[in-house]
């Protein structure tokens, strides 16, 4: 039987959060707990959308390969000897054995490690030893080698960061990024140089909340008070067609070196793209990836504009300083999970005004899924 939202999320819980009025109802506590909506996100959501899926400069080299999860199936992202970074289906053409296991250098082949069935950088099956008798290139008759190559997933590469499309028909990728591009104020990408990446590991709550917490700015400065240096009044929400997030201009040189005051820009690509620009030379960017509906993991990639290599000590603290603030975050998106266990979590109620693009994220969702 094919569930519907109606029957996992509850019949009058959607409708309360599709019931219009001054202050919205959010997603019911399920959409944030239940196996089968989160089974539903995968099928209707992450394979048929552009999900963020890794960052480029960790395939630096040619045969450099990175196992990575979308809609929660294994794909494989591959720097091939044209320098380009492909993705496939991480399953091998013989018998579905997942390939590539852990990040690594290849060479200039993929080989399975059950049968040896070996392909190319390209995706091209290159041996299939012995499965068609005792000689080692021996091959059935009428067995078509070209029809038995990894199967190419749909994908782009936008500066550093990489996105997949596993139905491979989304929207082109250009209206996709078009949005976010319009609200960058000019900002020039191409001198990106990557400082840090911080392995956030396994947080302990649904992939929505870690976003919808990265596009509100009603809880800066309640739970950044001593990382940040952001009143709330400074701030404002981003809620465009295609770009979800909130900004704050303060123009003023921060009071301390551990603290964040400079304008920043906190804009969001649905699915899952969260990019950070803290002008007037710093990027950071988050790479969520859902597990389970309690679990997903996080990444952020830190990134400064200029020629210029960052000092070491730079580096080194600003490390620091965004994990810190992503400590912050994750206790109250860990929290906010378990308080969807209560008999008394409902959908809750957001703020028309510092909560607006969440809301719209949310719809973005239920759309998706219906």
């Given at each position: 039987m094919r569930l519907s939202l109606k029957s996992i999320l509850g019949k009058e819980a959607l409708a309360a959060f599709e019931?219009?009025?001054?202050?919205?109802?959010?997603?019911?506590?399920?959409?944030?707990?239940?196996?089968?909506?989160?089974?539903?996100?995968?099928?209707r959501l992450f394979a048929r959308s552009w999900v963020f899926a890794g960052f480029a400069?960790?395939?630096?080299?040619?045969?450099?390969?990175?196992?990575?999860?979308v809609g929660g199936r294994p794909v494989l992202l591959v720097?091939?000897?044209?320098?380009?970074?492909?993705?496939f289906h991480n399953v091998c053409r013989h018998r579905s054995l997942k390939l590539v296991?852990?990040?690594?250098?290849?060479?200039?082949k993929i080989r399975c490690p059950y049968h040896s069935w070996t392909y190319g950088l390209d995706g091209a099956l290159r041996l299939a030893p012995y499965f068609g008798g005792r000689d080692l290139g021996a091959l059935p008759e009428g067995f078509d080698r070209e029809r038995h190559g990894l199967v190419p997933v749909r994908s782009e590469t936008w500066h550093d960061?990489?996105?997949?499309?596993l139905s491979g028909d989304a929207p082109p990728f250009e209206n996709f990024i078009a949005p976010l591009i319009a609200r960058l104020d000019g900002v020039d990408l191409s001198e990106l140089n990557p400082l840090v990446t911080i392995d956030l590991g396994e947080v302990a709550a649904?992939?929505?909340?870690?976003?919808?917490?990265?596009?509100?700015?009603?809880?800066?400065?309640?739970v950044h008070q001593t990382t940040t240096e952001q009143p709330l009044t400074d701030h404002y929400t981003i809620d465009d067609p295609g770009c979800l997030g909130c900004a704050v201009d303060v123009s003023r040189k921060a009071k301390r070196e551990d603290t964040?005051?400079?304008?920043?820009?906190?804009?969001?690509?649905?699915?899952?793209?969260?990019?950070?620009?803290y002008l007037p030379d710093q990027v950071g960017v988050h790479l969520d990836i859902p597990v389970a509906p309690d679990r997903t993991l996080q990444r952020r990639a830190i990134y400064r504009l200029g020629h210029d290599p960052a000092p070491t000590e730079l580096t080194e603290r600003i490390a620091k300083f965004w994990r810190d603030v992503h400590?912050?975050?994750?206790?109250?998106?860990?929290?906010?999970?378990?308080?969807?266990?209560?008999?008394?979590?409902?959908?809750?109620?957001?703020s028309p005004v510092w909560e607006n693009s969440v809301r719209s994220f949310q719809k973005l969702v239920v759309d998706r899924l219906k």
């Open positions: 019931a219009p009025g001054p202050v919205a109802q959010g997603l019911p506590a399920a959409a944030y707990t239940s196996e089968a909506f989160f089974a539903l996100e995968n099928e400069h960790e395939l630096a080299e040619t045969g450099d390969v990175l196992p990575v999860t720097r091939n000897a044209g320098q380009q970074v492909r993705a296991d852990r990040p690594g250098n290849l060479g200039s960061w990489i996105f997949v499309n649904n992939w929505k909340l870690l976003i919808e917490n990265f596009i509100e700015p009603y809880h800066v400065q309640f964040l005051s400079a304008d920043s820009r906190y804009l969001t690509l649905f699915p899952n793209f969260g990019f950070g620009l400590t912050e975050d994750r206790d109250m998106c860990e929290r906010l999970q378990k308080g969807r266990a209560s008999d008394a979590a409902g959908g809750g109620v957001l």
